[in-house]
């Protein structure tokens, strides 16, 4: 008997970070109801019903916990608040890895994520490998183990992203077809690899998903029948040469919440499918233990899974929009803002951390577990190991850390994807940015003037007579009167 092909499905689960940065509470959202924002409705409609996703066959009803079979990655902003709120749904999730873990060879489902959801090749390096060093950090705060690989937002990449990664000490990551060029004996298959992508000394592994049959899941019928769904798996994945892996990458978001039946087909189709024996289900790090890269793979430029352009989506007017009558001019102008709010934040910390701790980067790229834990011991230890003794001046450094991670916040992707900043995404950017610049102006003088004078040459191109301005400080009037 031949070897069996293998197919690896994986759900990427991300939300922008909805709450307000001086509170942590999410205001209420409109068009979520019956629930007051729309992470507690995606909560309903997806990662709970995955946890404990509900299929017939006959008269029996299977209850499965979805995360066990599929690969996953949850953002850090999203983890974190179902750490809060999403208590059951976080269990499930952390569960599935470690169970996993156990049948897989001590290979979890579970992949890292940046910190941040942002564009990382429209990064400096020096933000970039802070995200990815946040988002191992809170990975191993989440999970107890090191991360394998890692989901790239949008999965944007070139060639520094990449050796960015491989510097990280991660071994892999996920691409889309169109992304790059595919080289070796399963190039032009519909195989998923694994490639192999060198810069210079580094190396890195990159699985290729394959865009038919992700699209037919996200955007056409494929979770119409979980067990036709099974079906065109299983035909596909045979298709290839034996032992050959079949990758399928898709938002998380699409079992549950986008479509609506989305959890309960694709518990059917990952039972039907585990029951073959010419197809195993596995995950990317378990297959690459067990078949290393075949082929080479080479990127020339930016490119990313949601834009032909590249990664334009996320600084220019490149055409990408819902609304063909609207017009995104609005992008680079919203993003340089973003930018100069970042970069002072950036500028205070450089000059005024190092007068309390003396390897101020080192304590930046390791600060970032002391917001999302709060177990008195890890401050200590953190503290000691970087001499830090003085409590105020541990206060200090924390509502730096904050600083830093405000203007981080106020380059989420997802503040660009749509065709108006207006809309809850941009207003998650400016209520960051707003946060970032109080924060800064405890130790320098503020910047929010000249932030405003930028803001205000930023129409938008939906709601006649606004601009960014005007947004930014109604957000701030909002807040500082939910705060009283």
């Known amino acids: 008997m031949s070897e069996p092909r293998y197919v690896i499905i994986h759900g990427h689960f991300y939300q922008p970070p909805r709450e307000s940065p001086w509170t942590g509470l999410i205001a209420p959202e409109h068009g979520a109801a019956p629930f007051q924002n729309w992470n507690e409705l995606i909560l309903s409609e997806c990662y709970t019903a995955n946890a404990h996703a509900h299929t017939m066959e006959g008269p029996v009803v299977h209850v499965r916990n979805n995360y066990e079979a599929l690969s996953f990655d949850f953002g850090p902003t999203l983890a974190g608040w179902l750490e809060t709120h999403g208590k059951a749904a976080y269990r499930a999730i952390k569960r599935g890895d470690s169970l996993s873990s156990e049948h897989r060879g001590g290979h979890g489902n579970a992949l890292a994520h940046p910190y941040i959801h942002s564009i990382l090749p429209l990064l400096p390096a020096r933000d970039r490998e802070l995200q990815i060093h946040w988002g191992i950090e809170d990975f191993v705060f989440r999970f107890g183990r090191r991360p394998m690989g890692m989901w790239l937002p949008e999965c944007a990449a070139d060639d520094d992203t990449l050796a960015s990664i491989a510097a990280a000490g991660l071994k892999f990551v996920i691409l889309a077809a169109d992304q790059g060029r595919w080289h070796g004996p399963e190039a032009d298959s519909r195989s998923g690899g694994p490639f192999l992508w060198r810069g210079g000394d580094l190396s890195l592994t990159i699985f290729r998903s394959d865009r038919e049959l992700s699209g037919t899941i996200s955007f056409g019928e494929g979770l119409a029948d979980g067990a036709r769904l099974a079906e065109w798996i299983a035909v596909t994945a045979l298709s290839l040469q034996p032992g050959a892996a079949l990758v399928i990458a898709t938002d998380g978001e699409t079992f549950g919440h986008h479509n609506k039946h989305g959890a309960a087909e694709l518990a059917r189709a990952l039972i039907l499918l585990e029951r073959r024996e010419d197809v195993i289900l596995t995950n990317c790090a378990e297959y690459l233990e067990h078949h290393p890269a075949r082929g080479a793979f080479e ?42 709010v970042k970069n002072h934040t950036e500028a205070v910390y450089d000059r005024f951390a190092p007068a309390i701790v003396k390897e101020h980067r080192a304590a930046l790229c390791d600060g970032i577990r002391l917001l999302i834990d709060r177990n008195p011991a890890i401050h200590d230890e953190f503290f000691t190991r970087y001499q830090v003794l003085n409590e105020s001046n541990r206060e200090t450094l924390l509502r730096l850390f904050e600083m830093i991670r405000a203007g981080q916040a106020s380059l989420t992707s997802c503040g660009w994807f749509f065709d108006d900043f207006s809309g809850h995404e941009g207003r998650c950017t400016l209520r960051w940015a707003a946060r970032a610049v109080e924060l800064a102006a405890e130790h320098s003088a503020s910047i929010e003037f000249e932030l405003l004078e930028r803001l205000r040459e930023i129409n938008s191109g939906i709601h006649d007579n606004s601009n960014a301005a005007s947004l930014y400080l109604s957000l701030k009037t909002r807040e500082a009167r939910g705060r009283v």
């Open 299 to 340: 990127i020339a430029s930016a490119s990313s899974w949601s834009c032909p352009h590249g990664v334009e989506r996320w600084r220019s007017d490149c055409g990408c929009r819902l609304d063909t009558n609207t017009s995104q001019e609005w992008r680079e102008p919203f993003r340089a803002a973003m930018e100069f």
